[in-house]
């Protein structure tokens, strides 16, 4: 039932016109490094990573094993399946995680750590299937590529949510952690609709 | 020997201000930055987003009595305001995008700027969720104004980043202006701040401005 019901709405995120973004290639660089620079040059993802760094540094006591955990695996397996010629996926559907993660966030919302599991694993998955590499790239140019991408994802989930993780336990960190959690919300919307009027 | 030392609180007070004079000299010897050129996906529409908030004085009055208003309801307001403000403006914004017509916009942010400067100027202090409400829906206005004058050409993602990063900052700069009210001095200079976003808003109501 819930399938059925949620069957319209898959529909609606693969029909909407947006632009999918491929591999940013920076010339004079290998391809483990442009797979690694490649999460920072795709805005979207860098909403994603940033929404799950802020709501993994809130955790107490601070512990992001369980998630990066959850979303290296997941991130992996993604990556993987873009080798078969999947992906990337439509913008909307990164930029929804976002909003996602960084609702919970300024809501300030407490989930049990299977919630936040299933949601890093979600949101691994969407990346590494969002980066796959540029059409032509195989053999173990295409391994260094990925490899790289990989890297770079986990690299860029760990580095805000460790960085956020050292603010003191005052109330202006927390409530600076929700404002920026709220701007990641007001982007992402203001993206939707941008991308529903260029449609 | 003894005599030509200072006492330690003393030498913390010259390096504070050293430092800060420092930091004074620096700010105000900075030339225009010229660097980095916008390319990529990352950089075309950042700026035109990031400017976009603050071309309009009436957006910008409006968006600093937000951040006062918040520091004078105290902590809780002063940072739950600025959390409501951004999210409801960007659902204003693609009510406006989308083409769905709110009547009187621009009447409705001039208003906004004089109801949050008057509730600035007299200190009032209702409810949090009353607040909420009241900045939400000039929120709505606000958003839907900035929806509607969107460039075509701009790149969604880098402008909608810009132009909730200049609004956040704006309210930012209320929120500091308004933690003046910690001293008595200071909350007259807030209310007084007040009362002059008010007139603002009543000079763009009436079209003076």
């Given at each position: ?49 940033l929404?799950?760094?802020l ?14 955990a ?18 990337p ?11 996602v ?21 979600i ?77 | ?10 030498r ?54 937000v ?77 839907h ?36 009210v ?11 701040g ?16």
């Amino acid at each position: 039932m819930i399938r059925r019901r949620a069957l319209p709405a898959v529909c609606l995120l693969l029909a909407l016109p947006l632009q999918a973004q491929a591999h940013t290639t920076v010339e004079g660089l290998n391809e483990f490094t442009n797979g690694l620079i490649h999460p920072l040059f795709t805005p979207a993802h860098v909403l994603v990573l940033l929404a799950f760094g802020l709501w993994t540094s809130r955790l107490r006591p601070f512990n992001p094993r369980l998630s990066l955990a959850g979303f290296a695996g997941a991130s992996f397996v993604g990556l993987a399946i873009t080798m078969s010629g999947k992906g990337p996926l439509p913008m909307a559907v990164p930029v929804i995680v976002a909003v996602v993660a960084a609702a919970i966030v300024a809501a300030d919302l407490t989930l049990p750590d299977r919630a936040l599991l299933a949601l890093t694993e979600i949101a691994g998955l969407i990346l590494g299937l969002d980066s796959p590499a540029d059409p032509g790239v195989a053999g173990f140019t295409l391994i260094k590529t990925l490899l790289g991408t990989w890297v770079g994802l986990i690299i860029c989930f760990m580095m805000p949510a460790y960085y956020l993780s050292l603010l003191p336990e005052r109330k202006w960190a927390a409530y600076g952690v929700r404002i920026l959690a709220s701007w990641i919300i007001a982007i992402a919307v203001m993206v939707l609709a941008l991308s529903f009027r260029k449609g | 020997m003894t005599a030509t030392r200072s006492h330690p609180a003393l030498r913390s007070g010259r390096a504070k201000i050293t430092r800060a004079c420092t930091l004074i000299a620096f700010l105000l010897g900075c030339g225009a930055a010229s660097a980095h050129t916008e390319a990529g996906a990352a950089g075309s529409g950042f700026t035109s987003g990031f400017l976009h908030p603050l071309m309009g004085p009436d957006h910008i009055v409006a968006m600093v009595a937000v951040g006062m208003w918040g520091a004078f309801l105290g902590s809780r307001a002063t940072w739950t305001l600025p959390v409501i403000f951004p999210v409801v403006m960007a659902i204003g914004g693609a009510l406006g995008v989308a083409g769905v017509h709110i009547p009187a916009v621009e009447t409705g942010i001039a208003l906004s700027a004089v109801v949050l400067g008057i509730v600035v100027a007299f200190a009032a202090r209702p409810p949090l969720w009353v607040a909420g409400v009241i900045v939400g829906i000039f929120a709505i206005f606000h958003g839907h104004a900035h929806g509607t004058e969107l460039p075509e050409s701009a790149n969604a993602l880098s402008f909608a980043a810009g132009f909730v990063i200049a609004t956040g900052l704006l309210h930012l700069c209320g929120i500091a202006f308004g933690l003046l009210v910690k001293w008595p001095w200071g909350k007259w200079a807030v209310r007084g701040g007040g009362a002059v976003i008010a007139g603002v808003g009543v000079c763009f109501l009436t079209g003076w401005l």
